[in-house]
C-alpha cells in the first residue's frame, strides 16, 4: 500500500481565506503531482514536481501555487479561496525506474468547499 | 484529439458476466500503461500496470497492442465489488512527468 498522505481531508470554508492543502509522502518518490476532479468529471492535473525546488503548471489553469521544499512535502495554496475553487484535489506521486514511470500513487484527496 | 479515449459507459452487467473495456492512446511514443479504479468520491487506485506481452492479475486480464495503439480490460465473473469507474492511463516517452488520463469507463455490475 502506498504512503501518501493528504490533510485535510474536508475542508469548508469562507470566501477570500488564505488555504493551504498538505501532501506528503514516505516513498522517497522524486516525482509529485496535484488534480482537480469534480464529482462524475475526470481528472485535472494542475502542478507537478519532479524533484525539490522544481515545480511546473499543469495543463488546467489554476490559481493555486505549490512548493517543493523538501522531497517528501508538495503543498499546495490558494492565498484568496473562491466558490469557483470549490472542488477535489488529489496528490500523487510516482517514481522513475529505468527509461519509464512507475505508477502513481494517489492520496485520499481534500474535498474543498467555499462558501 | 485527446491524448486518451475511452468510452464513458455505462456498462450495466449482471453478476457473474465477463465485460472487456478498450481505451486508445494517440501518442505513439507512449511507453507506461495503466488500468486505475475509482469509486465515486474516492481517489483512483491501481488495479494493473499493462505489460507487452499482456498479464493477468486474478479475474483480470489487461492487453495491449501497440500496433493499433489501444489497451484493453476484461474482467471475469464479474463481482458486484467490481462497481467502480475504470480510468485508462498512459505516461509517454521522453515525457517522465506527466501521465494521460482516460475520462473513465463506469461499470455497474448488478444482482
Known amino acids: 500500500e502506498a504512503d501518501i498522505y493528504q490533510t485535510p481531508r474536508y475542508l469548508v470554508i469562507g470566501t477570500g481565506k488564505k488555504i493551504t492543502l498538505e501532501c506528503s509522502q514516505t516513498m522517497g518518490h522524486d516525482k509529485m503531482y496535484w488534480y482537480q476532479q469534480d464529482p462524475g468529471m475526470e481528472l485535472h492535473l494542475i502542478h507537478y514536481?519532479?524533484?525539490?525546488?522544481?515545480?511546473e503548471k499543469g495543463d488546467l489553469s489554476s490559481e493555486s501555487t505549490v512548493s517543493r521544499i523538501r522531497t517528501e512535502h508538495f503543498p499546495l495554496t490558494l492565498e484568496s479561496a473562491r466558490p469557483s475553487h470549490t472542488s477535489q484535489y488529489l496528490c500523487?506521486?510516482?517514481?522513475?525506474?529505468?527509461?519509464?514511470?512507475?505508477?502513481?500513487?494517489f492520496g485520499d484527496g481534500t474535498r474543498l468547499s467555499i462558501l | 484529439r485527446k491524448e486518451v479515449e475511452q468510452d464513458p459507459g455505462p456498462f450495466n452487467v449482471p453478476e457473474g458476466a465477463t465485460v472487456a473495456f478498450n481505451c486508445t492512446y494517440s501518442n505513439s511514443a507512449s511507453q507506461s500503461f495503466f488500468w486505475y479504479r475509482q469509486d465515486c468520491r474516492k481517489e483512483p487506485k491501481l488495479l494493473m500496470s499493462v505489460y507487452s506481452s499482456g498479464n493477468e492479475d486474478g479475474r483480470f486480464t489487461a492487453q495491449l497492442n501497440r500496433a493499433s495503439q489501444y489497451i484493453s480490460l476484461l474482467i471475469r465473473d464479474s463481482k458486484l465489488s467490481d462497481s467502480a469507474t475504470y480510468l485508462c492511463?498512459?505516461?509517454?516517452?521522453?515525457?517522465?512527468?506527466?501521465?494521460?488520463f482516460g475520462s473513465g469507463t463506469k461499470l455497474n455490475v448488478k444482482p
Open positions: 514536481s519532479y524533484g525539490v525546488n522544481s515545480t
Open positions: 500523487a506521486s510516482s517514481a522513475e525506474r529505468g527509461a519509464g514511470n512507475q505508477p502513481q500513487h
Open positions: 492511463v498512459v505516461n509517454r516517452k521522453g515525457n517522465f512527468n506527466k501521465f494521460y
